[in-house]
């Protein structure tokens, strides 16, 4: 019978059927940082039971570190004391840990496929919704909570129910100015936060094809603001050149079988889908957040919308909410709309072709008067090293940028990164719900190249236009 | 996970509906790595006159002598009378955490929030379902006869009074096991352990670059 993605991947990790229509299905990956796993671990102590296998787990700490000074440690005490857990939880249970000190260390999403500790066809899981980053590679990625997380490390299994398949197709050539990240928005836009609820979501067609693998990793990355469980692209030659000498890919011996294995995920001709979507990747334009809720996202041409132009009453309702909040008024031109603080970063957009092409828009200009902060936070640490290599810091620190040590930072403020009440930021982050960015913050989503752009000009502009603008 | 059989203990009146996680265990607690020591911060706003904080010693806390959990002939207590939709709120396993640190392996109430009665089962409490009448009937007693214990019989389903009235209670055969058997998920699925290891075996042949 023919098989989605999916479906090939889910076949494979079936350990048993479980009589109330559960699978207990075999976890490949678990990535582990210090917030959702301190319980897990004393939950195993409690219970006085062992990991199930501690190859398979990998842990970084990434949420709450500083992403300055250091040397000085981390002098927030809760953030501090969940850090020190995970060190010694990690010395305790024999667990591999990139820590404070390692050059590989940073935001776990990121960590992950840089060390070739994600591959094709595995099953990955971490506690942390962004987990689907990891379906790039035709993997099965999924975000557990704590209680999970403490079972797959007692049993390397998890009990699932199996969800609907989506296809999501994008055809055609992209507009040049349009990344991943903005064909994530746009697809957020279109079916809602609510669109993909209960399906795991294959995003196909040639536009995706023709993304590298940091452009699907944003797309994948966002799958979960769409509602979904999980998303995934096919393994193609993008996939296996990505993934060939990576620290922890497949040795020699059997690189030759697990390529061959590999090269057959991807949905057969004639699967069938519950759900299928088709866009146009040449409709596709750069896309700026204006609301409180991802798929309140327009492309940078248009203009804030009024709750009179809303489907309905309830949306309506949300639109009012969304702007007072956001302080917009309706008809605001979106190029209009300036900002207070840039933010480059996170496991969204934390890799390096996302600071390559910051950096192209940045070069040679100064950060505009009003802007208050721009931080450029590298994924990881060795996402920084490469950055340096390249002359990438220079060109942020000349233009004004900070050139940050890696974390999530700003993405969730939870350390020290974060914007006061009113401030508005334009975050290459993924969400944008009131109070992510701290208490009152104002976010608009947007690409890396976009960020850039409005840091340089003090308000969105057009990257697509940026050569005419200077 | 404890083995949930018989319980005979000391019941506590909690004499309000719509008793929420936060009130169970403020937020400032979900701070904490661990999933025990929450037990002294129980209902801390309802307990103590001042703010509770994350380590603080309770001891000398001023308490508020006006709250059921405060007086001395309910101590050592390990069941709860509790009004509807008692643990509604977030889906936070801090409330049950919290329940159980203290000492309370049983809940009666006449319904509950549904994750928090999901996690009851996960954590070794048993949320027992009562109708309204038969909860206020037994708070009533409670109150009136110091030293009132029930006693609780799972694999019957039955609840006890010091009388010897008894009120049946429905559990599912599935999570009943559970308890019986001191089986939380983990321990459920560790009885599939042999196959675990099967499918390793299987997997290492088909594709031993992932191990
Ligand atoms: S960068 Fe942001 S979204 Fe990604 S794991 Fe960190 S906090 Fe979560």
């Known amino acids: 019978m023919a098989k989605t993605l999916f479906d090939k991947v889910w076949d494979q990790h079936v350990v048993r059927q479980n009589d109330d229509g559960s699978t207990l299905l075999y976890i490949d990956r678990h ?27 990998v842990a970084t700490p990434d949420h709450n570190v500083p992403t300055i000074h250091r040397e000085q440690g981390i002098t927030d005490p809760v953030s501090r004391v969940q850090v020190e ?13 990139f820590g404070l000190g390692d050059i590989r260390q ?31 590679f035709g993997a099965i990625a999924m975000g557990i909570g704590t209680s999970e997380v403490e079972h797959v490390l007692a049993t390397q299994c998890l009990i699932q129910k199996k969800p609907k398949t989506m296809r999501i197709r994008i055809e055609g050539r992209f507009p040049n100015g349009v990344t991943g990240k903005d064909i994530a928005l746009y697809i957020i836009g279109k079916i809602g936060t609510a669109g993909g609820t209960g399906h795991a979501i294959e995003f196909a067609g040639s536009a995706v094809r023709g993304l590298s693998m940091e452009g699907r990793m944003s797309l994948c990355n966002m799958a979960i603001e769409a509602g979904a469980r999980c998303g995934m692209v096919a393994v193609d030659d993008t996939t296996i050149d990505y993934v060939r000498n990576r620290p922890f890919g497949p040795d020699a011996a ?63 309702e949300g639109w009012r909410r969304a702007l007072e909040y956001m302080g917009l008024k309706p008809h605001t031109k979106i190029t209009d709309i300036q900002v207070d603080k840039v933010f480059i970063g996170s496991c969204t957009n934390g890799r390096i072709e996302d600071f390559r092409a910051a950096a192209a828009i940045v070069r040679g200009h100064k950060v505009a008067d009003n802007i208050k902060l721009a931080m450029a936070v590298p994924g990881s640490g060795l996402v ?36 006061e009440p009113g401030e508005r930021c334009a975050s290459t982050s993924n969400r944008n719900f009131e109070g992510r960015q701290g208490m009152g913050g104002r976010t608009h989503l947007v690409s890396p190249a976009m960020a850039a752009a409005a840091a340089i000009a003090g308000h969105f502009v057009d990257v697509r236009d940026w050569q005419e603008v200077q | 996970m404890e083995v949930f ?26 701070k904490s790595i661990r999933r025990t020591g929450y037990g002294p911060y129980l209902f801390d706003e309802w307990r103590y006159e001042d703010r509770g904080e994350p380590g603080m010693d309770c001891t000398n806390r001023p308490q508020r002598k006006d709250f059921v959990l405060n007086q001395p002939r309910y101590a050592g207590a390990s069941i709860l009378l509790a009004g509807e939709n008692f643990g509604c709120g977030s889906s936070r ?21 549904d994750i928090f009665y999901n996690n009851c089962f996960k954590n ?4 027992v379902v009562l109708d309204e009448a038969v909860v206020q009937r037994l708070m009533a007693e409670c109150e009136a006869q110091e030293g009132y214990r029930l006693i609780v019989d799972l694999p019957q389903q039955t609840i006890t009074t010091p009388s010897g009235e008894h009120f049946s209670f429905a559990v599912d055969d599935f999570r009943k096991h559970c308890l019986l058997h001191g089986l939380d998920d983990i321990g459920l699925t560790l009885q599939h352990a042999d196959e675990i290891r099967a499918y390793e075996q299987r997997r290492k042949q088909e594709a031993p670059w992932l191990f």
């Open chain 1, 254 to 316: 059997c690189w030759a079988q697990a390529e061959q294995a590999w090269r057959t995920l991807h949905s057969d001709a004639d699967a069938v889908f519950d759900t299928e979507v088709q866009f146009d990747a040449a409709d596709i334009a750069p896309q700026v957040s204006w609301g409180t809720s991802p798929e309140m996202v327009l492309p940078v041409t248009a203009e804030i919308p009024a709750p009179e132009e809303a489907r309905n009453a309830v949306q309506a």
């Open chain 1, 384 to 419: 920084k090293q490469q950055a340096e290599q390249e002359g990438l810091d220079r060109i942020f620190i000349e233009a004004g940028f900070e050139w940050r040590d890696p974390g999530c930072s700003m993405c969730l403020a939870m350390n020290a990164d974060r914007l």
């Open chain 2, 93 to 113: 396993e801090h409330a049950p955490w919290a329940l159980l640190d203290y000492g309370f392996r049983c809940i009666i109430a006449p319904s509950f929030a």
């Open chain 2, 124 to 127: 070794g409490i048993l949320p």
């Open chain 1, 106 to 136: 940073g935001v776990v999403h990121v960590v992950g496929p840089e060390q070739g500790l994600t591959l094709p066809g595995m099953t990955v899981v971490c506690g942390d919704s962004h987990t689907s980053t990891h379906g790039a």
């Open chain 2, 5 to 30: 059989t018989q319980l005979e203990g000391i019941v506590v009146p909690l004499n309000r509906a719509n008793v929420d996680t936060d009130a169970i265990i403020p937020k400032q607690f979900l």
């Open chain 1, 31 to 57: 990535l582990v940082h210090e917030v959702t796993s301190p319980q897990a671990f004393e939950g195993l102590r409690l219970a006085g039971r062992r990991p199930w296998r501690t190859a398979a787990t």
């Open chain 1, 85 to 97: 857990a995970l060190d010694a939880n990690c010395r305790e249970f024999g667990i591999m840990e």
